[in-house]
């Protein structure tokens, strides 16, 4: 019997697992950084926008930068900041929420910088 729900248990969260990797989105932002200073000040933004969306109620959605090696000769696009979201709903709920807002606006001019003439996707899993 144990072993019974214990599989049943497991099947459900697998399915649970499928459901919510199937809605999920990611959104995809390429860019170039100038200088080291604007880059600590953009990751500075970053660290804070995830702890509001945990504040707000959405912890399973964030932000994360990535950025090209020093020895790679690629010379534009080298920084990429990705998004995770669990659904579109979330995605346009952290959005629209006040304290997403009040975190834009806050770190516009800093952060504008990396939006002007980014290479920007929105991504849904393809299965």
Not at 73 to 82: D, M
Request: hydrophobic share 40%; proline share 2%; net charge positive.
């Amino acid at each position: 019997m144990k072993k019974t729900i214990f599989l049943l248990m497991m099947s459900v969260m697998g399915l649970n697992m499928i459901a919510s990797a199937q809605k999920a989105i990611t959104t995809v932002h390429f860019y170039d950084v100038k200088n080291a200073a604007m880059e600590k000040t953009y990751i500075a933004s970053l660290k804070e926008i995830n702890a509001i969306m945990v504040e707000i109620g959405f912890p399973n959605n964030y932000y994360s930068y990535l950025k090209l090696n020093e020895s790679d000769t690629t010379s534009t696009y080298r920084n990429c900041t990705i998004g995770h979201w669990t659904s579109d709903q979330a995605y346009k709920a952290i959005h629209e929420h006040p304290k997403y807002k009040a975190w834009g606006a806050k770190n516009k001019d800093n952060n504008a910088v990396f939006i002007t003439g980014q290479l920007y996707r929105k991504m849904y899993a393809a299965d």
